[in-house]
């Protein structure tokens, strides 16, 4: 393969990041994670540009914006992350769609050696899933292989106030298989819809303990 022979040329391995490859980031910041297991943990974000899905109800459109993305080498993103929190070590890639990125595994393996703990919240398409990942939150948007299910740690469905009968079922069916199976209610951007909070709540204290609510709680404290 032509990529192959650029590395072996250039002294590289599959495992080393290329330091002239550049990723598309859309947003570089520190926050509280605001959902799931990890709520209220303070990490830094790497949010990546574009995603191979288009949901009509996607609350983060920044990463639809080409002009919004920089391209990034490794060492840019590496100072950026120190300039911006230099006491955290954790790590939340996200999107966009991270496994869509040319050279996730490569980047991945540059901020593990570098000793960042490394969580992904993903919809499972766009790409193979990466190693050395140390948390995987998965947010199905389609059908997807078994095997993307059970690397997950985590899975968060989004779910509106009127949630048709498939989804119903397939969360429950979830919710039975995994440990962890979260339901996080859609938010029109910034703005949490109440009814589809209403909802969550009756599904939750209705699933017999097996679903966990996932509040988004940045966007209940104002941040990002
Ligand atoms: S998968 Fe996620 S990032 Fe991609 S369009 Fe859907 S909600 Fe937006």
């Not at 993305?69 to 929190?85: D, E, I, N, W």
């Not at 009756?202 to 404290?221: F, P």
Request: overall charge neutral; charged content about 20%; glycine content about 8%.
């Amino acid at each position: 393969m032509p990529a192959a022979r650029m590395l072996s040329d250039s002294g590289l391995t599959m495992r080393d990041c290329d330091p002239t490859l550049t990723f598309p980031v859309c947003e570089l910041f520190a926050s509280i994670q605001g959902e799931g297991t990890w709520s209220g943990r303070p990490m830094l974000f790497i949010r990546f540009s574009g995603c191979p899905l288009a949901c009509s109800w996607c609350d983060e459109p920044l990463h639809r914006q080409p002009q919004r993305a920089q391209s990034m080498t490794v060492a840019a993103l590496l100072a950026q992350l120190r300039q911006t929190a230099p006491n955290l070590n954790a790590i939340v890639l996200t999107g966009g769609e991270p496994l869509a990125v040319n050279g996730l595994q490569p980047l991945i393996n540059r901020l593990k050696q570098e000793g960042f703990w490394l969580a992904m919240e993903s919809s499972g398409v766009g790409g193979a899933l990466p190693e050395a990942i140390d948390w995987l939150t998965l947010s199905p948007k389609t059908a997807l292989p078994e095997s993307v299910y059970q690397a997950a740690n985590e899975i968060k469905y989004v779910v509106d106030a009127n949630p048709d009968a498939a989804l119903l079922a397939e969360i429950d069916r979830r919710s039975r298989e995994h440990a962890a199976v979260w339901l996080q209610p859609m938010a029109r951007g910034k703005r949490v819809d109440a009814d589809a909070v209403a909802r969550c709540f009756d599904l939750v204290m209705n699933s017999g303990g097996r679903l966990r609510l996932s509040l988004q709680l940045h966007k209940y404290i104002g941040v990002l």
